[in-house]
Each structure stands twice: as C-alpha cells, then as structure tokens.
C-alpha cells in the first residue's frame, strides 16, 4: 500500500469519460460523511501509489483520486465500481474517469468571454 506524499490539491476536473485516465471520480465518499482524504488515498493505495487527493465538489460526499498512473485507476474501478467496499465502512462506491480541467473548458468563463 502506497500512500507516502498524498497531495491534497483543489484542481478542477471534468468526470465522466468513457477511457482510463490515472484519474477517478469517486461518490459516496468524502469528509461530509466521515471518511478524510487521507484514509480514503490509504484504502486506494492497495491498487497503487495516490499521488493527489481532493474533495470533488461542495458537498464533500465526492472525491477525485489521482494515481501514479492508468493501471492503478482502472484495477480500482473495476475492483470497487458499484460494490461495498469493506476499507471505507462497506459504502458502496460510485467511480467515473476524470481529466483534469484547463480554463478553456470552464463553461463559466467560456460565457463571460462569449458574453462581451
């Protein structure tokens, strides 16, 4: 289990892609319901190293994991996708691939500078 030198970043992502990317989304998990960053990266370190965690959005019920690469992000999809997942009190786990987001893909902005 790797988990030394998680970064606890606060970056933008767009979630939902259909190809692997070192990046997950994950809901049904966060610091709003009792789970930190740090021991939810842990429990994702049995597939390989974290190297960034951050909660995903407001709610803190959704976070975005980054690993050291694809192998690690898909081996957990596949493994806890949809199913109970005993590390992280049996939640049952939600997963999408993300991309991080660069400020062109920013709707809000894209509008403000359509907008003029």
Same mark, same amino acid.
């Given at each position: +289990?790797?988990?030394? #030198?998680?970064?606890?970043?606060?970056?933008?992502?767009?979630?939902?892609?259909?190809?692997? !990317?070192?990046?997950?989304?994950?809901?049904? @998990? *966060?610091?709003?319901?009792?789970?930190?960053?740090? #021991?939810?990266?842990?429990?994702? *370190?049995?597939?390989?190293?974290?190297? *960034?965690?951050?909660?995903?959005?407001?709610?803190? !019920? @959704?976070?975005?994991? !980054?690993?050291?690469?694809?192998?690690?992000?898909?081996?957990?999809?596949?493994?806890?996708?949809?199913?109970?997942?005993?590390?992280?009190?049996? #939640?049952?786990?939600? +997963?999408?691939?993300?991309?991080?987001?660069?400020?062109?893909?920013?709707?809000?902005? +894209?509008?403000?500078?359509?907008?003029?």
């Amino acid at each position: +289990m790797e988990t030394n #030198r998680v970064k606890l970043t606060q970056l933008k992502y767009v979630c939902g892609l259909s190809h692997p !990317t070192p990046h997950l989304y994950v809901a049904n @998990c *966060g610091p709003a319901i009792g789970l930190s960053l740090e #021991r939810i990266a842990a429990a994702f *370190g049995t597939f390989g190293s974290v190297t *960034g965690a951050q909660v995903a959005d407001e709610s803190g !019920t @959704c976070v975005i994991l !980054t690993f050291s690469g694809i192998a690690p992000a898909q081996a957990a999809k596949e493994s806890w996708d949809g199913v109970p997942c005993s590390y992280l009190d049996a #939640r049952v786990l939600h +997963m999408q691939y993300s991309v991080l987001q660069t400020p062109c893909q920013d709707l809000s902005l +894209m509008s403000k500078l359509c907008n003029r």
